[in-house]
T-cell receptor, first 110, second 115 residues
């Protein structure tokens, strides 16, 4: 069974710090990887996608992918209280059969 | 990104009844998806709906329980049939982001409570 694992948290960081969110996946054939942010009571919002090994930066967000270790992470620099949300890791094995992790709750303290 | 609306936004229903959820997109999209998110849990794909063909259901979901229509490239419906309290959940539609690589954009969701 294909799985995506995340620490449920909550992960608590002070404002201005770096938040590090981690995710592992079981399907070695997966080709696409995503991070979605979900505020309480809202629907998921795509914030990052990554398809090849290494780092991908977009503003304060950096996604990191290591296919050999089946590991993907999201770094949020200069964390703000508005970043407090649940972050869902999602893995695409192909054919739009995206598998979502259960999410990590992030709390940024002002 | 596509603008997606869902109706109703929430509902409270009696067991044994059925509810049809509508999903409207502001642009034509090839692929639409229906997900379920139970309280405190992640998203589970129910089915993929492509215009002009039968919906493709994931393991554990059947057409008799979750019939889906996709009459055109901007609209889809999901019906939750013969509801039980276990169907209480958030139902989300999403669409292919059109950027390649299987990105998706989600509608605001329908919160369903079955008594």
């Amino acid at each position: 069974q294909k799985e995506v694992e995340q620490n449920s948290g909550p992960l608590s960081v002070p404002e201005g710090a770096i938040a590090s969110l981690n995710c592992t996946y079981s399907d070695r054939g997966s080709q696409s990887f995503f991070w979605y942010r979900q505020y309480s009571g809202k629907s998921p919002e795509l914030i990052m996608s990554i398809y090849s090994n290494g780092d991908k930066e977009d503003g304060r967000f950096t996604a990191q992918l290591n296919k050999a270790s089946q590991y993907v992470s999201l770094l949020i620099r200069d964390s703000q209280p508005s970043d407090s949300a649940t972050y869902l890791c999602a893995v695409g094995p192909g054919g739009f059969k995206t598998i979502f992790g259960a999410g990590t709750r992030l709390f940024v303290k002002a | 990104s596509a603008v997606i609306s869902q109706k109703p936004s929430r509902d409270i229903c009696q067991r044994g009844t059925s509810l049809t959820i509508q999903c409207q997109v502001d642009s034509q999209v090839t692929m639409m998806f229906w997900y379920r998110q139970q309280p405190g849990q992640s998203l589970t794909l129910i089915a993929t709906a492509n215009q002009g063909s039968e919906a493709t259901y994931e393991s554990g979901f059947v057409i008799d329980k979750f019939p889906i229509s996709r009459p055109n490239l901007t609209f889809s419906t999901l019906t939750v049939s013969n509801m039980s309290p276990e169907d209480s959940s958030i139902y989300l539609c999403s669409v292919d982001g059109g950027q390649g690589g299987e990105t998706q954009y989600f509608g605001p969701g329908t919160r369903l409570l079955v008594l």
